[in-house]
């Protein structure tokens, strides 16, 4: 078979909008928006690749509020809507079928050669999978590793999944990655089947009987990746799957459709919001922490201890800061937790509070008030430490 590689595609994006964006991640070099008029752009090399996606992370947070708390607001996958309100307006941020294509001309622009895919995410709420509603990128690129210099490969990059991976993860089957800390990790595995396929192995002796090339060929083609989540226990949880088939924008928008309707599960049924910080008092020690853990600077711009993750899963709050959980709470209202929003995520600055208030009110994401029976049985658990309420 002959080896095929992506294309390097012409991006979207005009010069001025690439520099428009990554003055907005503030990459370095382009901070100072005079500077990032004239600042020479970076290679399309790995470590551009990993500052690019740490630096999206940290400025677009992964949220779908405008379907919850702004009139007459949408959740469009187009660019140019996606760019007008990323770059132009910076009105927050929002999920991977927005952010990711805009991450994906910002690739096309530098020079690097990939292609999307679609994937299914699971819940562990419900032990479920979904339709083919999440969006990743696949980069090709040289190998970082010293053994495989020059070696060509595959890297999986996204900038859209909640508790994302902070980094590229080299596609290979079992393939770790730090996330936030030094507990948190990242895998991809390898399967030979998607998850809820159909597909068995044939039987004897139909095993080792001839079969037309065909058959064989759509065997090896139901193989996907599950990017997996390490979990306190040991226990790696699945986050996504997908098959390395290229998607085109038309897909993008058509999974768009499915998860951006007002009764779409969960993003019009919940508040789910999570933000990416470098902690300033842990920031100045990140380059003395990589030497010391033997970190290649390729992959991890920052130390995994420096990075500060807030969320806001439903009716709770909780900030993590490297290993710590510095607070994990109950929000007691919904004016409490529009307060949150705006204060400590940089989110809905565009909507006054009242307006949040209104276009919330009667939807099912709307945060039911708490009684003070309930308050008081809250407490009461947090004390016994029999709250089991746990977020990603």
Not at 281 to 303: C, F, K, N, V
């Amino acid at each position: 078979m002959v080896n095929l590689r992506p294309k390097l595609v012409q991006s979207k994006l005009s010069e001025a909008q690439a520099r428009a964006v990554l003055h907005t991640i503030a990459f370095p070099g382009f901070e100072d928006q005079q500077e990032s008029l004239k600042a020479t752009f970076p290679a399309a090399t790995l470590s551009t690749l990993s500052r690019l996606q740490i630096h999206f992370l940290l400025t677009f947070p992964f949220e779908a509020l405008s379907m919850n708390y702004e009139p007459h607001s949408s959740m469009s996958s187009h660019l140019r809507d996606v760019y007008t309100r990323f770059v132009e307006q910076r009105h927050g941020g929002g999920y991977c079928l927005q952010v990711n294509p805009l991450y994906r001309e910002v690739l096309s622009f530098l020079g690097y050669r990939y292609f999307g895919v679609l994937g299914r995410v699971f819940s562990p709420i419900s032990h479920s999978w979904s339709g083919l509603t999440h969006t990743a990128s696949l980069v090709y690129l040289d190998s970082h590793l010293p053994e495989e210099a020059g070696k060509k490969v595959y890297y999986l990059s996204d900038v859209g999944y909640g508790s994302s991976p902070h980094r590229p993860i080299l596609l290979r089957d079992g393939w770790e990655e730090f996330g936030r800390g030094s507990v948190e990790k990242f895998r991809v595995v390898r399967k030979a089947l998607q998850p809820q396929s159909t597909f068995e192995p044939a039987p004897a002796p139909e095993a080792t009987e001839q079969v037309d090339e065909q058959v064989e060929s759509i065997a090896g083609n139901q193989a996907g990746w599950i990017l997996q989540q390490s979990k306190p226990s040991g226990e790696w949880q699945d986050c996504y799957a997908f098959a390395p088939l290229q998607c085109f924008d038309e897909d993008y928008h058509a999974s768009n459709k499915a998860t951006s309707h007002k009764e779409s599960v969960p993003f019009a049924t919940m508040i789910l919001v999570v933000r990416y910080l470098l902690h300033p008092d842990r920031l100045p020690h990140s380059a003395q922490r990589l030497q010391r853990d033997g970190l290649q600077p390729e992959l991890y711009p920052y130390h995994p201890s420096v990075v500060e993750q807030r969320m806001i899963v439903g009716d709770k709050y909780i900030v993590k800061i490297g290993d710590d959980t510095e607070v994990s709470r109950k929000i007691e209202s919904e004016g409490e937790r529009v307060d949150l929003l705006k204060r400590e995520f940089g989110l809905l600055r565009h909507v006054s509070k009242e307006e949040a208030l209104q276009t919330i009110s009667g939807k099912p994401s709307r945060l039911k008030e708490t009684s003070e029976t309930e308050r008081k049985q809250a407490k009461t658990n947090e004390i016994n430490g029999t709250d089991r309420t746990s977020a990603h």
